[in-house]
């Protein structure tokens, strides 16, 4: 009897919890429209989640009520969104998200549409270098939605005790004083991600350019094993040396909560008020201050564009138009959209809110797409991994470089 009483108080209990489980799956399903009850057309939409479908996600109730097309929106991880758009030849959506880094397998293996065909074309607005990952063989295939690039956090008073103002932070050298100082006071230094292969490298790939190196040649051949590389290495392990790994909702917290004086962040992650304490500032892409100047800001930007078995092409060009319209893109700005445009990220009330945005459109016209190449994910793996054993010292920079090269040769020949 008691066990029986026990099992019904239970129920009763879990029942409200799996009420409020149902009613919350549905309000995030099925959210509301504003065309009318029949459409001209309904297109599916596959989005990164995340800020990234938040900012398109707040631009489609305009879109609907202007056009009388419904958009359904499916939100997805990296890989999920990878895996749906590659393998989807139903037509499923009719409009994706894309990363710039999958351009040559979606080239290959012919997923998009040709936006050229459908007369599309991008604008002067549109910040050059975002441009180039776009295009194959002359024709347009994406365009640059979300410009996230690599950008240098920082916590302006750990910098100011340091006597840094922020706009005198202008090389490696630079960082590497103001965390020696902060190291000595027992606080952290320079923040790493090394929670996986892909993080180790990209979070790397700045220091790496501003020493002039690079991780492949104009033939996409492996350059590993070089002197560049070596010495971005030494520089690399300096500046962890002040601080420590984490994963990035912690490296966020350490700078903001001025435990940590800086890190290589994203735009996306964190958008800072003139009132933050935590702000950040175009990476120069010098070693010392009267070094020469790279360019070495990594793109993550994220592209829309149209998959190719899509049975709703002209719609979806219209509602690429209308999201890629400068207007309507400046309009995401106060929900933490990051438009690759000089119109949206250089206007005057704009930089008045946010004034970092200053800092990303420098970022962005000297920004780098990582290699264009199918192999990329298994060559970072492989890349990400000898790191990973350099950096916890269990080989030494010199015979850590020497067996990625050697093996990433091997990769790519098969």
């Known amino acids: 009897m008691y066990n029986r009483t026990k099992t019904i108080h239970i129920a009763l209990f879990a029942l409200p919890i799996l009420i409020f ?39 489609l109730r305009d879109f609907e009520m202007k056009y009388d097309i419904r958009c359904d929106v499916a939100e997805f991880s990296e890989d999920a969104l990878h895996k749906v758009v590659t393998e989807d030849k139903a037509g499923s959506y009719d409009l994706c998200m894309v990363d710039g880094s999958w351009m040559a397998e979606f080239t290959s293996k012919r997923i998009l549409a040709n936006l050229t065909d459908l007369g599309y074309e991008l604008d002067e607005d549109i910040i050059p270098a975002t441009k180039k990952i776009c295009y194959s063989d002359g024709a347009l295939y994406l365009a640059p939605y979300y410009g996230n690039v690599s950008v240098l956090l920082v916590n302006k008073l750990m910098a100011k005790e340091a006597g840094f103002a922020m706009e005198e932070i202008d090389s490696i050298e630079d960082i590497q004083k103001i965390c020696d100082f902060q190291k000595k006071r027992h606080n952290l ?57 984490a994963k990035k909702d912690d490296l966020i917290a350490a700078i903001a909560n001025k435990s940590a004086a800086f890190a290589i962040g994203w735009p996306g992650w964190y958008t800072p008020t003139r009132n933050s304490h935590m702000d950040y500032t175009a990476f120069s892409g010098k070693t010392t201050k009267d070094g020469e100047r790279h360019n070495a800001s990594i793109y993550g930007i994220w592209t829309i564009g149209i998959p190719r078995f899509s049975r709703n092409k002209e719609h979806a060009k219209k509602l690429l138009e209308y999201l890629m319209d400068k207007e309507i893109q400046k309009s995401t700005i106060p929900f933490g959209g990051v438009p690759c445009r000089y119109s949206c990220l250089l206007d005057e009330e704009t930089l008045h809110k946010f004034p970092q945005y200053k800092a990303v459109c420098e970022a962005l016209e000297g920004g780098v797409y990582r290699p264009i190449m199918e192999e990329w994910p298994k060559f970072y793996t492989i890349l990400g991994s000898e790191m990973k054993s350099i950096l916890n010292g269990e080989e030494t920079i010199s015979m850590g470089l020497y067996q990625a090269q050697r093996k990433l040769e091997s990769a790519m020949m098969k």
């Open 189 to 245: 230094g320079f923040m790493t991600r090394g929670d996986t292969e892909n993080n180790i490298v990209v979070d790397f790939l700045p220091i790496l350019l501003a020493h002039g190196g690079w991780v492949v040649d104009e033939n996409n051949s492996p350059t590993i094993d070089t002197p560049e590389f070596k010495s971005a290495m030494e520089t690399y392990m300096a500046l962890m040396k002040t601080g420590r790994t």
């Open 21 to 59: 489980i149902n009613i919350s799956c549905i309000l995030k399903f099925n959210k509301p429209h504003f065309c009318t009850e029949n459409p001209k057309a309904t297109l599916s939409i596959a989005l990164r989640s995340g800020t990234y479908a938040d900012v398109i996600s707040k631009c």
